[in-house]
């Protein structure tokens, strides 16, 4: 199957810093990024979706100023998370997809703002 | 909109027993339908997929869900379970087309007993 990183697998920032998460494609060309978060003992919820070249769009009720999504290339996608707080303590997971029937998912990012 | 329902949050099962984990599912036209395990701290394996065919799916590690469109169900089942299967279980559905934006169910936490 495809191989899908993310970086990094966990961090601890303080209240109002910002923080990048980096999810790369190691095999395939992902023409399609989607964005996910996961609250303690909750089920994933997709954030946005980001076509390479192309501006994220988001789901209802999440901030695209808050969590600025770049898809520059292919195997390369970053989401940020600016001026974090507490609440968006987190496990995010990107999920990139290509050509083809199968969407593969990063190992996740454990975020948590104190 | 698609959603997915997993009415189970929690089921116990003996070692060596049986398994039938519930889903059903809301789409509108045929449905992408997967299911995903997630063990604690870890990201996102995907276990089986149904997209058309066969409407019976066999899946890794022992898995197989059937596909019931009359009963919009596609439940997963194991013959015989193992400790190492102890872990939480998604249902998700998605659609066909060049996005693959995937609705998840709310998972069902899975204890297996020696």
């Known amino acids: 199957g495809a191989v899908v990183s993310q970086h990094p697998s966990r961090v601890i920032c303080k209240s109002g810093t910002s923080v990048k998460i980096e999810c790369r494609s190691l095999d395939f060309q992902a023409t399609t990024m989607f964005w996910y978060r996961q609250f303690p003992k909750q089920s994933l919820m997709l954030m946005a979706t980001s076509n390479e070249g192309s501006k994220a769009t988001y789901e209802q009720g999440v901030e695209k100023d808050k969590f600025l999504i770049n898809h520059a290339s292919l195997t390369l996608s970053t989401l940020t998370v600016t001026s974090a707080h507490p609440e968006d303590s987190s496990f995010y997971i990107c999920?990139?997809?290509?050509?083809?029937?199968?969407?593969?998912f990063g190992p996740g990012t454990r975020l948590l703002v104190l | 909109a698609q959603s997915v329902t997993q009415p189970d949050i929690h089921i116990t099962v003996s070692e060596g027993a049986s398994l039938e984990l519930r889903c059903n599912y809301s789409?509108?036209?045929?449905?992408?339908l997967f299911w995903y395990v997630q063990s604690p701290g870890q990201g996102l394996q995907l276990l089986l997929k149904?997209?058309?065919?066969?409407?019976l799916v066999q899946g890794i590690k022992g898995f197989e869900a059937e596909f019931k469109r009359s009963q919009s169900s596609f439940n997963l089942r194991k013959p015989s379970v193992h400790w190492s299967d102890a872990a939480e279980y998604f249902c998700?559905?998605?659609?066909?087309?060049?996005?693959?934006?995937?609705?998840f169910g709310t998972g069902t936490k899975l204890q297996v007993i020696p």
């Open positions: 999920s990139p997809y290509g050509r083809g029937e199968t969407q593969y």
């Open positions: 789409y509108g036209a045929t449905p992408y």
């Open positions: 998700a559905v998605g659609g066909s087309g060049g996005y693959q934006k995937v609705t």
């Open positions: 149904y997209f058309s065919g066969d409407t």
